[in-house]
């Protein structure tokens, strides 16, 4: 109470101190290194990461490019490579020219050569990157590659696909923020009794986002998908509190009309305490994602965990500050609450509460089965749109070459040439293998290693290790080149078992693999946690499995709507939207539980107890569920990276799907189980025996 009246006190000096650590949080969010590619948060002690290290500490390489050149006389070729080879952090191009003079006519060549170079009138170029995929080097490079080249060559591979990534990312970003905001004034304005005071919620909010993502800067980096979603989450979750804060003065402010310190003062103090309880669970959904072995989760907990705290603290520090600077402002915008009051509905949704549950019965399994079948995909250039300049190179290839993944073999150097040859040829015999690429192949079995040119050899070869490449018909992600690359892993590890496959579709594979293992151990534990933080709240047993239940419940329906729209979801939605829904949305179960143990504890009948609960709490649901919708339906709608658009998706119908979960079911769910609630809910237990107590005494006297 004493630190709420300081802060009132102190309004202008905390909005001075405020104003002056947006510029520190301004350099930081510029200074914080945006990561776009995915495959990076891979955990270290995978062989494909492993190999990735060995390809740049010992190739000088870590990625590499591939191009197609169409309708180009040869000596634009040359031109064109030659030009690519003079860009930064280009490492080598490995073409035609590189291995015959451009005057032998391509007909003189063999065969294996011809055809691995070689379609028609069109030509294939491999460019090595001397950093990694996503390195701002290599993706610099990239771009140049694209400035240098015209509409006849086509840069295909995921350095290209991790640079759409980013330009479409930047542009859109600032719009996403534009459109939450603008959606969340309008319900704001709706659920609000002044015109001014949604300006300030914005203004509050939007100051916490800028302190959370300028400290981002101490992570070091944060992946395009934390960035995008944390404003429009942070926003989301957050606008409850000032709400809350809202709500609170205006009640204190009739208890003391002439201090409205001292009411602002007592507003604060209830706030904090009732938006700490609210937002724990919030927290500790986000922070279930920091145990994913795929550090993209750790990433994504991290930042929203730490937005959730500083929302809570502006809430409770700028947004007071602000509201009785502009008090008078305020007070001349007011207006009557445009929503009328939901009484009628309340008492509908009550008296219907059989019919509810039915329906509840009825959805449990199609929602089950659906969720437990929805379809995810991990191939990250099918969350790019089709016209994209890198999806249409890699349509280019695979209609031209057939080639639709490339992947990367590393065997020791010492290995025999007969035997290295030998695996090649046996590699060439799987199921999808379109052909190879290494020393032995080049060269073929009767000629020696000394005819190849060494600005070949020294592109194949390091000091230690020998590389070669494998072009694939499959697409990455998918069941047929999973089955390849293990078909493949066992014929290189039964010549060498040092060997390594890499490479995009290897990665993919893992990374399907990773997230899997990953997806059980997040929902366990987000509800574990949610759970125990619930029986403490409330002191029961019963009350937790029940709330939970109903987020559960909703959760599932959410997730299985793509599976009947026959839509697949990128993986990462898959495995964050479920500890995201649960953390953000149980607080409006957690709300209306409150209010009902409030009231059967101070001796109302469990009808009238479930009757006063859900008309007062209903409003502030459909407020905080609304809020929640507008500020991610719009980012769905809009965005282009499915990344972005399907989480945005899932937790803009989520936000809906809880808030008629909580409004319908939990009602029912006191209804029939009051007695078991009594029964288990301390507080209750407690009620009860000093209402038996009290009535024994009055019997006695």
Not at 218 to 241: C, E, K, M, R
Not at 353 to 358: A, D, E, L, N, P
Not at 416 to 424: E, I, L, Q, V
């Amino acid at each position: 109470m004493k630190l709420g009246e300081w802060i009132a006190k102190c309004r202008v000096l905390i909005l001075l101190i405020g104003a002056l650590l947006l510029i520190p949080s301004v350099i930081g969010f510029f200074k914080t290194r945006v990561n776009y590619d995915l495959l990076s948060y891979l955990p270290d002690t995978l062989e494909t990461v492993a190999g990735q290290d060995i390809m740049v500490d010992e190739f000088g390489s870590g990625a590499f490019a591939m191009c197609v050149v169409e309708g180009m006389p040869m000596k634009e070729v040359q031109k064109l490579a030659d030009e690519f080879d003079q860009i930064d952090h280009v490492k080598n191009v490995l073409w035609y020219g590189k291995a015959v003079d451009i005057s032998v006519p391509t007909e003189l060549l063999p065969d294996n050569l011809r055809k691995k170079f070689f379609n028609g009138d069109a030509q294939l170029m491999v460019v090595f990157f001397d950093d990694t995929t996503s390195s701002d080097e290599s993706m610099g490079a990239l771009t140049q590659m694209r400035k240098v080249a015209d509409e006849r060559c086509f840069i295909a591979g995921m350095t290209g696909i991790v640079t759409d990534i980013k330009d479409l990312c930047m542009q859109e970003l600032p719009v996403y923020v534009v459109i939450a905001a603008c959606l969340s004034f309008v319900v704001l304005l709706l659920t609000t009794e002044s015109y001014i005071v949604p300006v300030f919620f914005l203004l509050g909010i939007g100051i916490s986002i800028i302190y959370n993502l300028g400290s981002n800067f101490f992570l070091g980096s944060i992946s395009y998908v934390t960035q995008a979603l944390a404003a429009v989450l942070q926003l989301a979750v957050t606008t409850d509190y000032s709400i809350f804060l809202l709500e609170s003065y205006e009640q204190s402010k009739k208890k003391y009309p002439d201090n409205r310190n001292k009411a602002m003062g007592e507003a604060i103090h209830e706030t904090f305490l009732s938006i700490v309880g609210s937002s724990v669970t919030t927290v500790a959904g986000f922070l279930a994602l920091c145990v994913m072995t795929f550090a993209l989760g750790r990433d994504i907990g991290i930042v929203m965990s730490k937005g959730v705290i500083i929302g809570v603290l502006c809430c409770v520090t700028i947004l007071p500050s602000m509201i009785l600077v502009f008090d008078k402002l305020i007070d001349k915008t007011s207006h009557k609450r445009i929503i009328p009051s939901l009484d009628k509905v309340s008492a509908f949704v009550i008296r219907h509460y059989r019919t509810w549950t039915i329906i509840f019965l009825l959805m449990l399994g199609p929602a089950l089965y659906g969720n437990n079948h929805v379809s995810v995909y991990y191939n990250i250039a099918q969350s790019l749109p089709d016209d994209i300049l890198s999806n249409v190179a890699n349509d280019k290839l695979l209609e031209t070459f057939h080639m639709n993944s490339t992947h990367v073999i590393l065997l020791d150097k010492d290995v025999d040439n007969g035997t290295k040859r030998a695996m090649m040829e046996e590699i060439e015999e799987v199921d999808g293998v379109k052909s190879t690429l290494s020393i032995p192949s080049l060269l073929g079995p009767l000629f020696p290693r000394e005819m190849l040119p060494e600005k070949i050899t020294k592109v194949l070869e390091s000091d230690k290790h020998e590389m070669g490449l494998v072009v694939s018909e499959y697409e990455p992600a998918t069941a047929e080149v999973n089955a390849q690359i293990a078909e493949i892993d066992k014929i290189v590890k039964g010549k060498d078992p040092g060997a390594l496959v890499i490479g995009e579709a290897p990665m993919m594979k893992d990374l399907e693999d990773t997230t899997n293992v990953d997806l059980q151990h997040v929902n366990f534990l987000s509800v574990a946690a949610i759970f125990v933080i619930i029986m403490l709240v409330f002191k029961s047993i019963s009350l937790p499995v029940l709330l939970v239940l109903v987020i559960e419940f909703a959760i599932n329906v959410n997730m299985a709507v793509p599976y009947f729209q026959h839509v697949s979801l990128p993986f990462v939605a898959s495995i964050v939207i479920g500890t995201i829904q649960l953390g953000a949305t149980v607080d409006y179960a957690i709300l209306m539980t409150s209010k009902y143990v409030t009231e059967r504890a101070a001796g109302k009948t469990k009808m009238e107890a479930v009757s006063i609960a859900h008309s007062s709490c209903i409003l502030s649901i459909i407020t905080s569920g609304a809020s929640f919708f507008v500020a991610t339906f719009g980012v769905s709608v809009y965005s282009r990276v499915d990344m972005i658009g399907s989480i945005c998706t899932l937790l803009a119908r989520g936000a809906l799907i809880s808030m008629a979960s909580v409004i319908l079911l939990m009602p029912a769910m006191y209804i029939i189980f009051d007695g078991l609630i009594m029964a288990t809910t301390g507080i209750l237990r407690k009620a009860k025996k000093e209402a038996a107590a009290q009535k024994s005494a009055v019997k006695t006297s």
